[in-house]
């Protein structure tokens, strides 16, 4: 691992926040899982055959820009057996909680053992497991979004289901927590659908970045009745993930360098905006930065 292991006294998860100053991160290389995925490429959704070394070239950037950014990398010891090219995507397998790491119930079947390898790695970091989303129930990190330390929006779709919400709903009441179902768009379908972060990314406490067509119209209007300022992305960069955009805290991003108008429009609102090539990490596999990042620890913003 990158990071030295933690005693679980010091492996608290700090205040939750997806835009505070990002202090530590799991993040899963590409050839780790063995990103060629073979003949099984088409069935995992990905646009063309994987390239493990133009993936991995990608991803050593983005690794290399948390560390310049002063982020505690963690990082498994060695190959990952069992998992497919989506195990990189790390948001989804697990979340964090005031308390403790919860591991989620994947959507998406071939990813089931995820949950169980992050499970593996919190175990030798002294990071606590404080429950987990069992059948019925089916969520997955990607979907839920912190609104402020007592609130957090569940999105509810192909990967994330009611049962699983109400789960998720359990575990945190004990920290005061409300979860919010809103409902996800039907988008492309089941076979490419959409998480929640595909539509909304917070970048500080009061303003994200959003796909505001496919944007639920209660869940508009309920962030605009929260004060949320939302910057629209330029449309045409929606294949490009432009409404996925990693907050590192301190008003610095990280996002797809494909997207550069919507970009643009984020450093004309004054945010950082550091950015990677992801063809091949993100574009391939569809997953952004956010997908690409587990944030473990987060200052208070």
């Given at each position: ?127 606590p497991v404080i429950g987990a989303v069992e059948a019925p129930g089916l969520a997955e990190g990607g979907d839920l979004v912190w609104l402020d330390e007592q609130t957090l ?57 959003a796909d505001l067509r496919f944007l639920g119209v209660p869940t508009f209007e309920m962030l605009k009745a929260r004060g949320w300022e939302l910057i629209p992305i330029v ?67």
């Amino acid at each position: 691992m990158t990071s030295a292991t933690l005693a679980p006294a010091a492996a608290g998860l700090g205040p939750p926040s997806m835009c505070g100053k990002l202090v530590r991160s799991l993040l899963i290389d590409p050839g780790v899982v063995g990103w060629n995925a073979g003949a099984s490429w088409r069935d995992l959704g990905y646009l063309h055959p994987p390239e493990e070394t133009l993936a991995a070239r990608q991803h050593a950037r983005i690794r290399s820009l948390l560390l310049g950014c002063g982020v505690d990398v963690v990082e498994p010891d060695g190959f990952l057996p069992g998992l497919t090219p989506d195990a990189v995507y790390c948001h989804d397998a697990s979340f964090p909680s005031p308390r403790g790491m919860v591991l989620m119930r994947m959507g998406k079947a071939s990813r089931s053992g995820e949950p169980a390898a992050h499970a593996r790695i919190y175990e030798r970091q002294g990071i606590p497991v404080i429950g987990a989303v069992e059948a019925p129930g089916l969520a997955e990190g990607g979907d839920l979004v912190w609104l402020d330390e007592q609130t957090l929006l569940a999105g509810e779709g192909y990967r994330t289901n009611a049962a699983g919400i109400a789960q998720l709903a359990g575990i945190l009441a004990v920290d005061g927590v409300e979860v919010v179902p809103v409902p996800l768009p039907f988008g492309d379908g089941p076979r490419c659908c959409l998480h929640l972060m595909s539509l909304i990314s917070v970048l500080d406490r009061r303003t994200m970045v959003a796909d505001l067509r496919f944007l639920g119209v209660p869940t508009f209007e309920m962030l605009k009745a929260r004060g949320w300022e939302l910057i629209p992305i330029v449309e045409a960069e929606r294949p490009t993930m432009a409404a996925n955009v990693l907050a590192l805290g301190e008003r610095t991003l990280l996002a797809i360098a494909a997207n550069r108008e919507t970009n643009a429009r984020l450093r004309g609102a004054g945010f950082e905006v550091l950015t990677y090539e992801g063809s091949e990490i993100s574009q391939n596999g569809s997953g952004g930065p956010t997908c690409l990042t587990r944030p473990l620890v987060r200052a208070a913003s």
